[in-house]
């Protein structure tokens, strides 16, 4: 008799504690429930919000990381914003307005850009300082990149001529050209140079240097 009521208490407590570790299960399915529900509506109401259209540059938080309100998610540039800083000699930024096209070549890319800021004053390397702003839509092109810069400018007008061919002989300048089957030496006067070659008023156009 004992034994069989001592096996009816076991057996009671056995079924209050399934039903009591379901129960609590239950409790933290419907808790967990609740939490997700609530994280649902919360995101809902999320929203992050950029001063003006861009391209992404620079992240500040990781997938799955929490952001009070007012922090910083990321890096946002407006590509037309971009500037190229450069220098190029006194000689030819006078000829680099402002509005001037040129071209800025970074890897098997090209952008254009237009000429915005021009110090006309040497500094200390000899070189002036010029700034060109970004035209259009621009990919893969980030703050601090490096690239070459590209441009075209009518230096002088005149017979060009190889630099190798220009001779001096006190203040004047010659150049060795072809006539008749001689060779004559012609003065002439300098009116610019760039890529091995001057530009020369002195001598008729065609003539064989």
Do not use: C, H
Request: zero cysteines.
């Amino acid at each position: 008799r004992v034994l069989f009521e001592g096996a009816q208490g076991v057996l009671a407590r056995a079924k209050r504690a399934g039903s009591e570790g379901l129960a609590a299960q239950k409790l933290s399915v419907q808790q967990a429930q609740n939490r997700l529900n609530q994280l649902e509506r919360d995101l809902a109401k999320t929203r992050v919000i950029a001063p003006f259209s861009g391209e992404i540059v620079e992240t500040y938080a990781q997938t799955g990381e929490f952001l009070s309100s007012g922090n910083k998610a990321f890096r946002l540039i407006d590509p037309s914003s971009l500037k190229v800083r450069f220098s190029v000699p006194s000689s030819e930024a006078s000829k680099l307005t402002v509005g001037k096209s040129v071209l800025l070549k970074v890897a098997d890319q090209t952008f254009p850009a237009r000429v915005s800021r021009n110090s006309g004053v040497p500094g200390e390397n000899r070189l002036v300082a010029l700034e060109a702003r970004m035209v259009g839509v621009l990919r893969g092109v980030r703050p601090g990149t490096s690239g070459r810069l590209e441009y075209r400018l009518t230096l002088a007008k005149g017979v060009r001529v190889p630099t190798a061919a220009l001779r001096f002989d006190g203040d004047k300048r010659t150049v060795l050209t072809v006539e008749n089957g001689r060779s004559v030496a012609r003065e002439v006067t300098v009116l610019g140079d760039a890529g091995g070659e001057v530009a020369v008023r002195g001598i008729p156009a065609g003539t064989t240097a």
